[in-house]
């Protein structure tokens, strides 16, 4: 048990010392000429330095770019969606509109069938007159080429 934790407790000090060497330190001091140093090296030890954090990384130099591409694609999106969901609600309309102009046309066809029943339309000048049987039939024709253009189901 002992040696389970001392290998444990090894590891986490390896751990440690390998992160802090990661994050590299930076020492400041200024050399016998004058000059300012920087060095991730420690100076010579009768020199004053000063330990510096380490560097930020550097910025992304396209990060501005990169959002505004993000941004335009994300607005491509959404004018995208909205487009599909009027084409949808466009198509759900027409799709409506042609059902309720089938079902019309059948009940019409029902009704030029029945003979028994008189049928009257309004001619050109405004008079009512009854269908005989030729207007039935062409009406019957119209109705079912019609139809057939919409592409009612029987």
């Keep these: 048990m002992h040696r389970h934790l001392a290998a444990a407790s090894l590891l986490f000090v390896l751990a440690l010392t390998c992160a802090g060497t990661a994050a590299a330190t930076l020492y400041k001091w200024t050399d016998a000429q004058g000059r300012v140093v920087y060095s991730d090296q ?14 930020p990384p550097p910025a992304n130099p396209n ?9 335009a694609d994300f607005r491509k999106r959404q004018t995208d969606e909205a487009k599909a969901l009027a084409k949808a609600d466009q198509t759900q309309a027409t ?6 102009g089938c079902a019309q046309a059948r009940s019409n066809l029902q ?13 050109a000048k405004g008079v009512r007159e009854a269908m005989d049987d030729a207007s039935r039939q ?17």
């Design 111 to 123: 009704q030029l069938a029945d003979t028994q029943v008189a049928i009257y339309r309004y001619n």
């Design 95 to 100: 799709d409506a509109q042609r059902n309720a």
């Design 63 to 71: 990060a501005a770019k990169e959002l505004a591409q993000k941004e």
């Design 42 to 55: 420690p100076p010579p030890t009768n020199v004053k330095s000063e330990q510096l954090r380490a560097a």
């Design 138 to 154: 062409r009406e019957r024709d119209r109705l079912t080429a019609w139809m057939r253009d919409n592409k009612c189901g029987a």
